[in-house]
């Protein structure tokens, strides 16, 4: 569009679209230095997402895995900016009050910023500024458009039209002008980020950790079938592979030498522990599956990897327990909260305080410096990331973040499997057709996994050599495959001999159930 062509009202609109750029691009530079969390845009954003009732939630991780949390930044842009280009046609007509709504957009930000966990009275100045910027940014991109012209036919000679030239002028100012507005805020809001990861982040603390040999070592495993089944998931997922299902919009960032955890509540001696402290005490190597409650049946969000850390019953056993103490709230240091029963962190499991992960410190995404792992339960309940604070208390005194969404309060993993080859949809030739998968009952274990094809007999598959039942197992079915069109599906049988159940039901409140089936062609 040429700046003759830009319609008066799309002018205005203009200016309320880049104004608010420009605020929010100072708001994320001055995040640079105050801290990521004051960041206006992803202040509003993390109050979004606290706000947005489970069944949304729930169907956008269902649908999108981590993939939601850009949706919803998406979504956040979309609607600042037809907010923006609202209040930018507002300016012409009533300026006071376009003023007012940019302090309210403002005060929404300031909110956000400082209701969040740990949140400093500094954190409001980010979103402060931003509206300040926003509202001088509008006032004087508006000044470049002619106070009076409009885009309404006049009668031809009339002394109050302007002529075209003089019409084209100030827009065409107010684009060129504009242009240098988005080129600017878009380098000073990439300034903030990188001066945000540079000041707070916390990639260089996890780079400089040097992480002593465990005491015990993890138990070694046999040949991985995956190796040469095409397709199998391989016994220990990738850490670049490994599912992230979270609520941190921005991943945080803790540096390792000013992490500090706390153990208090119902205990006799309350502790604190440095980092350093916790890498000096004895630590432990274990393979160990984890699973989200989100997962849908079939589902991606399982992984299995190489942990090592300190047994949480050792420094429940130090701190000294209230019996009555049934539950154990960690808290993150972005403030979200889980509650594990306590009985699950001392019956003899190897739940730890992880510092690695497949051999290296944590990823930055999976909770560095330190995270919880707790075999058999899933990780709403159990397993929080960037762990700053374990409370003892009771179950009647507190509900963690989840519990108040609704979903269960005790969830044990339930038994489940999954074909991972032949995928569904699959055409293959007929002839000796490799089924493959993983079946996974965290501290129960797999005893038995069954293949059925169409109505038939179930058939008993091959199982993998595990190390412990904390692991899922991979299973494989040589089938003898016809031409046509066939349904598989599969079931486990966990090792307290107890079946998978067929029962077809929802993640929400405490796990999906049922089987797992693809359908596939078989050709001649």
């Given at each position: 569009m040429t700046s003759a062509m830009l319609p008066l009202r799309?002018?205005?609109?203009?200016?309320?679209?880049?104004?608010?750029?420009?605020?929010?691009?100072?708001?994320?530079?001055?995040?640079?230095?105050?801290?990521?969390?004051?960041?206006?845009?992803?202040?509003?954003?993390?109050a979004v997402a606290d706000l947005t009732p489970r069944p949304v939630k729930d169907a956008a991780i269902g649908l999108l895995g981590p993939a939601d949390k850009l949706l919803l930044l998406a979504g956040l842009a979309l609607v600042l900016g037809v907010c923006a280009a609202l209040v930018g046609q507002l300016t012409e007509r009533a300026p006071r009050l376009a003023l007012a709504a940019i302090a309210c957009l403002g005060a929404i930000g300031m909110i956000s910023a400082v209701t969040r966990p740990d949140a400093?009275?500094?954190?409001?100045?980010?979103?402060?500024?931003?509206?300040?910027?926003?509202?001088?940014?509008?006032?004087?991109?508006g000044?470049?458009?002619?106070?009076?012209?409009?885009?309404?036919?006049?009668?031809?000679?009339?002394a109050a039209t302007p002529s075209p030239a003089e019409q084209e002028f100030p827009r065409r100012r107010l684009l060129v002008t504009g242009g240098l507005v988005a080129a600017g805020a878009v380098s000073t809001a990439v300034l903030g980020r990188w001066l945000a990861s540079e000041r707070f982040g916390a990639a260089r603390s996890r780079a400089g950790v040097r992480l002593p040999d465990p005491v015990e070592r993890a138990a070694s495993s046999s040949l991985d079938p995956a190796a040469s089944i095409r397709g199998l998931s391989r016994f220990q997922t990738a850490n670049e592979d490994f599912y992230r299902v979270d609520t941190a919009l921005t991943v945080p960032q803790l540096a390792a030498e000013d992490w500090e955890l706390r153990i208090h509540g119902m205990v006799r001696r309350p502790l604190r522990l440095s980092y350093q402290q916790l890498l000096q005490r004895p630590l432990i190597e274990r393979d160990i599956t984890l699973a989200c409650v989100s997962n849908p049946v079939g589902g991606p969000y399982v992984g299995n990897a190489r942990w090592t850390g300190a047994r949480v019953a050792d420094l429940l056993r130090e701190v000294g327990v209230?019996?009555?103490?049934?539950?154990?709230?960690?808290?993150?240091?972005?403030?979200?909260?889980?509650?594990?029963?306590?009985?699950?962190?001392?019956?003899g499991r190897d739940a730890m305080l992880a510092v690695a992960m497949n051999g290296e410190p944590l990823p930055l995404e999976h909770g560095f410096p330190v995270r919880m792992v707790v075999p058999g339960l899933y990780g709403y309940v159990s397993a929080c990331k960037w762990l700053v604070d374990l409370e003892l208390t009771t179950f009647d005194r507190y509900d963690a973040y989840w519990i108040n969404q609704g979903w269960a309060e005790r969830a044990a993993v339930k038994t489940a499997s999954r074909i991972d080859t032949p995928h569904?949809?699959?055409?293959?030739?007929?002839?000796?057709?490799?089924?493959?998968?993983?079946a996974w009952a965290q501290h129960r274990g797999i005893d038995r996994v069954e293949v059925r094809v169409d109505d038939g007999p179930w058939a008993e598959a091959e199982l993998a050599a595990v190390p412990s039942v904390d692991t899922w197992?991979?299973?494989?079915?040589?089938?003898?495959?016809?031409?046509?069109?066939?349904?598989?599906?599969?079931?486990?049988?966990?090792?307290?001999?107890?079946?998978?159940?067929?029962?077809?039901?929802?993640?929400?409140?405490?796990?999906?159930?049922?089987?797992?089936?693809?359908?596939?062609?078989?050709?001649?």
């Open positions: 799309t002018s205005w609109r203009l200016v309320g679209i880049l104004g608010a750029a420009a605020g929010l691009a100072v708001g994320e530079l001055l995040a640079g230095f105050v801290g990521p969390d004051s960041s206006p845009y992803f202040a509003v954003a993390a400093r009275p500094a954190d409001v100045l980010p979103s402060l500024v931003a509206a300040v910027v926003a509202g001088v940014t509008m006032r004087g991109l000044g470049l458009i002619e106070p009076g012209a409009d885009d309404t036919p006049r009668e031809s000679g009339s209230d019996p009555a103490a049934d539950q154990v709230v960690s808290r993150s240091h972005d403030g979200m909260t889980i509650g594990t029963p306590t009985a699950a962190l001392t019956d569904d949809g699959a055409r293959q030739g007929a002839g000796l057709v490799t089924v493959a998968g993983v197992r991979q299973w494989f079915y040589r089938w003898r495959a016809e031409p046509g069109r066939h349904r598989l599906r599969v079931r486990a049988t966990d090792g307290h001999g107890a079946p998978q159940t067929t029962v077809r039901r929802d993640v929400y409140p405490s796990g999906a159930t049922g089987l797992h089936e693809v359908t596939v062609t078989i050709v001649p």
